[in-house]
């Protein structure tokens, strides 16, 4: 028991006598522990001083802050996040619901499809897109798709009217249809990033073994790669879904910022947590600042909760693969 | 002829299994397309728009005395300040990084602690990028009292920055073979000096692909920026004093002012991220792909 | 059920490096023929051409003719996926579905052709399990995970997964290299068990092996390191393994090389 843990946590210099060099490596082990510490410290500041902050606007509150649809921190002290944590859910879930069957296939297209030389330059392709900043996905937003979008959003309200998501009296470019449509296409290079990654991690023995018994090349995705891969996908989804929601500047250029909760995508209003921050952060009081704080909380524990969600769905693979193992 | 086949000992396959298999290499090609599409369109546009005012005035001037409807005006003060906001906060989060990740793989290992640090590293890399502007915002300027600067700005970017360098390091410590710690062990060589003179040296390129692509990601970053270096159309070359320009918060200002002047600095602005970005990729990728030849060898 | 596999001039290719040349053999139904022949000669390589496995790996290619009773597996008009669907294999190391249970394993090819009622496909699985000698081993947890099991009872569920769509043909590379000695005899024990009714090809690296299971032997050598890898030598098991024709033969299996 002694002797490997010796070497491995302490080292040779653990049993060292002269005191120069014990000193350097206490001093240097000191400070490493202490980097790692401050992370703990950091992450710990964070909740801390957002609850501090938000606590005076909180009281400060007429309305209820879970209910109140209504955000008006710097006039009537009337605010609540329900119509923002609603915006910022429903337009991260439909970019969700529009990005992950295309990142999947562009990524079984990179894996699987395409010739190998090429697939490889591909996969370079979508990292590099992966690296777009936001805000010129946002640029982008408003100039083109804003204007070019109506076409398809007419098209939709007049034939597919009658799903409640698509009704509405009249289509507008700045719409939470428009803003899901920009969030899908900046989270679409990560979740096919990381899918391409599990798809070639897919052990050849499997692959082979489908093959062997005649299946077609759908057929060995369906039954080797596609069950193996799924934990990768689902959490990647989920890493996918809390950049979506997290997401700021693109979706505070397109949305108009309204305050309802409504299921029309397709019509002029909509909102988000963190847009709501970017677009109301300028002209806030100090009650203004607090509530936006407290309403970055909410966020930080909803992204929270879905990364921690994700983590335990990689986790509960790896137990999976390791009794295969 | 369907004698023939009725004779043969190889079955064929069914129209119906053929069919889907047809169906679904369809569909995998056409999600491929309809992914690229948008994301060429975006750079497309960008280069063609931005290239409207990627000029000289664009790259040495600032905004100051330029009103909402004037055309001309540039970008210098957001470029600088973007340059010294990144900077600074690789200044503060690699050291910090890189010595968590000498921690969690040197030191740590198994315990308790490296066990919860690596968690909340995990989780700091699924911090919004906004929350971690709020919390400057609430930490350093409310509740310490600091002003709107670029050294604000740059202690958020730090807080997006670290766990990205975290992981690159991490995994780079991890892939030195055992045996050249023990070659130096075995000469008598202490643990810290060992870190320092065999293990970082070995895993350098790969910590410096992996740095280099966490700042790529922070330089782009907007919402942080908007809440800690706050605005300004002047140049102000002190970081840690008075508000600040960044290049994101250049173009999310620009793209948010109804006139066509103002959107064609937004596209240079974003022509000229962009490039900063992919420089940083490119460059990181270059420094990845010249080390594994020298590794295979 | 179980048929005759004729090759003619089969030259096999990884790229431009020809891995196999010039092979030519007869495999007769419902036998047992071994591939012996050191590492690296090409006897892998060349099993896999016989179901059209060999071209899944990137820039692998195969020129000369491979008919089963008389049908050219590599003729325009045969598709890889039916040709795998008559000839099974059987790989090194056992590869279960890991996702999937021990029912779903056996169930997996039957599925891919058309659907069949529920009862049916129950017994075929039965039938398949018993087969490959593993049904009373896992009779009451078919429900379970097939990557739980040992790995003798693997490879012989993966042997079951194989002959449950009824090939003509079964192949095994290297089926034992990863068991210990007593689920390797439960292997050749199923092997000769099978052979009633399939024509099955293995290759062995050992050649014990090949002399308790195989009625035909053929010997695979190459000249040198980077040449392709030739059929030196091939006959019925007993007098290959008492009276081989050639030098090389002989000084393999007396273990003066490979």
Redo the contacts between chains.
């Keep these: 028991m002694t002797a490997p843990t010796s070497?491995?946590?302490?080292?040779?210099?653990?049993s060292?006598s002269a005191p120069g060099?014990t000193r350097?490596?206490g001093a240097?082990?000191y400070?490493?522990?202490?980097?790692?510490?401050?992370?703990?410290v950091?992450?710990a500041?964070?909740a801390v001083?957002?609850v501090?902050?938000a606590v005076p606007a909180l009281r400060a509150n007429e309305g209820d802050f879970l209910t109140e649809v209504i955000w008006d921190p710097n006039g009537s002290h009337t605010f609540g996040i329900a119509a923002l944590a609603f915006g910022t859910v429903l337009s991260s879930l439909l970019a969700l619901v529009m990005a992950v069957?295309?990142?999947?296939?562009?990524a079984?297209?990179i894996s699987h499809?395409?010739p190998?030389r090429l697939a490889a330059a591909?996969g370079?392709v979508i990292?590099?897109?992966a690296?777009?900043?936001?805000?010129?996905?946002?640029?982008?937003g408003?100039?083109?798709l804003v204007p070019f979008i109506t076409g398809p959003e007419g098209f939709l309200n007049e034939y597919f009217g009658w799903i409640p998501l698509f009704a509405g009296e009249s289509v507008a470019g700045r719409s939470m249809f428009t803003a899901s449509v920009i969030l899908a296409?900046m989270i679409?290079?990560i979740i096919?990033a990381i899918s391409r990654e599990v798809f070639l991690q897919v052990?050849k023995?499997?692959?082979?073994?489908?093959?062997?018994?005649?299946?077609?090349?759908?057929?060995m995705?369906r039954?080797?790669v596609l069950?193996?891969g799924?934990p990768g996908v689902i959490s990647a989804a989920m890493?996918g879904l809390?950049?979506a929601?997290?997401?700021?500047?693109a979706v505070?250029?397109i949305l108009p910022a309204t305050f309802g909760i409504s299921f029309q995508i397709l019509t002029a209003q909509g909102n988000s947590i963190?847009a709501n921050?970017?677009n109301g952060?300028g002209e806030a009081t100090p009650i203004g600042?607090g509530a936006?704080?407290a309403s970055?909380l909410v966020?930080?524990a909803i992204?929270?909760v879905?990364?921690?969600a994700a983590?335990l769905v990689v986790a509960r693979r790896k137990e999976?693969?390791g009794?295969?193992a | 002829m369907t004698a023939i086949e009725e004779a043969t000992p190889i079955q064929h396959?069914s129209p119906r299994?053929?069919l889907?298999?047809l169906v679904?290499?369809v569909?995998?090609?056409?999600?491929?397309a309809?992914?690229v599409v948008?994301?060429v369109?975006?750079?497309w546009?960008?280069i063609s728009?931005g290239l409207a005012r990627f000029d000289i005035e664009f790259l040495t001037h600032s905004m100051r005395n330029i009103g909402a409807r004037d055309a001309g005006g540039g970008a210098y003060h957001a470029i600088l300040g973007t340059l010294e906001q990144v900077a600074l906060s690789s200044l503060i989060s690699v050291?910090?990084?890189?010595?968590?990740a000498?921690?969690?793989v040197?030191?740590?290992?198994g315990t308790r602690?490296?066990r919860?640090?690596s968690?909340?590293?995990?989780?700091?890399?699924?911090?919004?990028?906004?929350?971690?502007g709020?919390?400057i915002?609430?930490?350093w300027i409310?509740?310490l009292g600091m002003p709107f600067s670029g050294f604000a700005g740059a202690l958020a970017l730090s807080?997006l920055m670290?766990p990205t360098v975290?992981r690159a390091a991490e995994e780079m410590l991890r892939l030195v073979p055992a045996d050249l710690r023990e070659a130096a062990?075995a000469l008598?060589?202490?643990?810290?000096?060992?870190?320092?003179k065999v293990v970082l040296p070995t895993a350098l390129t790969g910590i410096v692909t992996g740095v280099m692509?966490a700042i790529?990601?922070v330089?782009?970053?907007?919402?942080p920026l908007?809440?800690t270096v706050f605005f300004t159309d002047s140049i102000n070359e002190d970081p840690f004093n008075g508000p600040q320009m960044g290049l994101?918060l250049y173009?999310?200002d620009q793209?948010?002012r109804p006139t066509d002047t103002a959107?064609d600095r937004?596209?240079a602005g974003?022509l000229t991220?962009?490039l900063i970005?992919?420089l940083l990729?490119l460059a990181a990728?270059l420094i990845a792909w010249w080390r594994s030849p020298a590794r295979s060898r | 059920m179980s048929k005759q596999i004729t090759v003619s001039g089969l030259d096999a290719y990884y790229g431009s490096h020809k891995a196999i040349e010039d092979v030519s053999m007869t495999i007769e139904p419902r036998s047992v023929t071994a591939f012996i022949g050191p590492s690296g000669c090409g006897k892998s390589t060349f099993l896999r051409t016989l179901?059209r496995?060999h071209e899944?790996i990137?820039g692998a290619r195969v020129e000369g003719k491979v008919l089963l009773d008389g049908v050219d597996l590599y003729g325009s008009g045969v598709e890889p996926?039916?040709?795998?669907?008559?000839i099974?294999?059987v790989?090194q190391?056992p590869?279960?579905?890991?996702?999937?249970s021990i029912y779903e394993n056996v169930a997996?090819?039957l599925r891919?052709?058309r659907r069949m009622p529920r009862s049916q496909t129950d017994e075929v699985v039965e039938e398949s399990l018993r087969g490959a000698n593993l049904w009373n081993e896992v009779k009451d947890r078919l429900n379970k995970?097939g990557?739980?099991l040992s790995g003798g009872q693997q490879q012989r569920l993966?042997i079951a997964?194989?002959i449950a769509?009824k090939p003509q043909v079964l192949l095994m590379d290297e089926p034992c290299s990863a068991l210990d000695p007593i689920s390797t005899l439960a292997i050749e024990d199923l092997i000769t068990k099978l052979k009633q009714e399939y024509t099955i090809v293995i290759v062995t690296h050992n050649m014990q092996q090949a002399a308790r299971i195989s009625d035909r032997t053929a010997f695979f050598n190459l000249a040198a390191q980077g040449q392709p890898g030739k059929v030196i030598e091939m006959d019925v098991t007993t007098r290959m393994f008492t009276s081989p024709s050639e030098k090389a033969t002989e000084d393999y299996i007396t273990g003066r090389f490979g």
């Design positions: 070497t491995r946590a302490g080292g040779p210099a653990a060292r060099r350097g490596e240097f082990r400070l490493a522990t202490g980097a790692g510490i401050l992370v703990l950091i992450m500041a964070i001083f957002l501090v902050e069957p295309v990142a999947v296939g562009v079984l297209f499809y395409a190998r591909l370079y990292d590099l897109l690296a777009v900043p936001s805000v010129v996905y946002g640029l982008w408003i100039v083109f296409v679409l290079p096919a052990p023995s499997h692959e082979e073994a489908a093959l062997a018994l005649g299946a077609t090349r759908w057929e995705i039954m080797a069950p193996f799924r890493l809390g950049r929601m997290g997401e700021t500047i505070a250029l963190a921050i970017a952060f600042r936006l704080i970055g966020l930080f992204t929270m879905m990364n921690m983590r999976y693969s009794a295969g | 396959v299994r053929r889907t298999d679904v290499r569909l995998v090609y056409l999600a491929f309809i992914a948008p994301l369109a975006v750079l546009m960008v728009n050291p910090i990084g890189l010595l968590t000498i921690y969690l040197e030191y740590g290992r602690l490296a919860s640090i968690f909340f590293v995990d989780v700091m890399t699924g911090v919004p990028s906004v929350v971690a709020l919390f915002l609430a930490f409310l509740a807080i670290m975290v062990y008598g060589v202490p643990k810290w000096r060992t870190i320092l692509l790529a990601r330089a782009g970053e907007t919402a908007l809440l994101p173009v999310f793209a948010a959107i937004a596209w974003a991220l962009i970005v992919m990729n990728r | 179901n496995m899944v990137p996926v039916s040709v795998r669907r008559s099974g294999m790989f190391r590869n279960p579905f890991p996702t999937m997996a090819g891919l052709n995970p990557a739980g993966c997964r194989a769509v």
